[in-house]
């Protein structure tokens, strides 16, 4: 967390803090509400690759655990473009709740989800695995969280169907702290396309 937000407080000429979700893509009444049916769970196989049209997101993804205080943890920051998948959990397509972290920003500028706090509820997410198919994602809400309000069982809690969590950091910055928050990204699965 030292590094990340570094740029910030070194060069504000990189843009400033990282947009934050509108109240209007907030979770109403804190419940999901898919916006469509949800698409049939796939098998298990590990995520290789996360495309987010809307906000330009192509990146390459490796797994990642849980850091020395139990707390999901972020791939490296030496490559700004790598997301991480939670490889303990579901993989993206599997009935559960699939986990994608990446980081905001690096101390060399933005990072891979430097923008999820300005998807919108609708817009796709592409999850490409290992075993050449593609499962695909609806966003059904955006929210950012203080770090001590975050809502773990509702964030990382089982689920019925196929979804997709997409976690980075947000929600105001502070000198000597770093950020204040989380932005998390709530999607489902609508369909997958098999082995190319």
Not at 55 to 60: K, L, R, S, T
Not at 156 to 185: H, K, M, S, W
């Amino acid at each position: 967390m030292v590094v990340v937000g570094a740029w910030l407080v070194q060069d504000g000429a990189h843009g400033g803090l990282p947009p934050l979700p509108s109240p209007a893509q907030a979770l109403v009444d804190g419940v999901i509400h898919p916006a469509a049916l949800s698409g049939t769970p796939m098998a298990a196989s590990a995520p290789v690759r996360v495309r987010i049209p809307g906000i330009g997101v192509d990146a390459p993804v490796a797994g990642v655990g849980l850091d020395g205080a139990g707390h999901l943890a972020t791939p490296p920051d030496t490559d700004r473009n790598l997301a991480g998948w939670y490889r303990s959990g579901v993989t993206p397509g599997q009935r559960g709740t699939a986990l994608l972290v990446g980081h905001v920003d690096t101390a060399s500028g933005p990072a891979v989800f430097y923008g999820l706090g300005a998807l919108r509820r609708g817009e796709r997410i592409d999850v490409l695995r290992a075993d050449g198919s593609t499962a695909w994602f609806m966003v059904d809400a955006v929210e950012v969280y203080a770090k001590s309000a975050f809502p773990s069982h509702q964030v990382y809690g089982r689920a019925p169907d196929a979804q997709l969590r997409l976690i980075t950091c947000g929600g105001g910055f502070r000198r000597g702290e770093g950020y204040l928050g989380n932005v998390v990204v709530y999607a489902h699965l609508t369909g997958h396309r098999a082995r190319a």
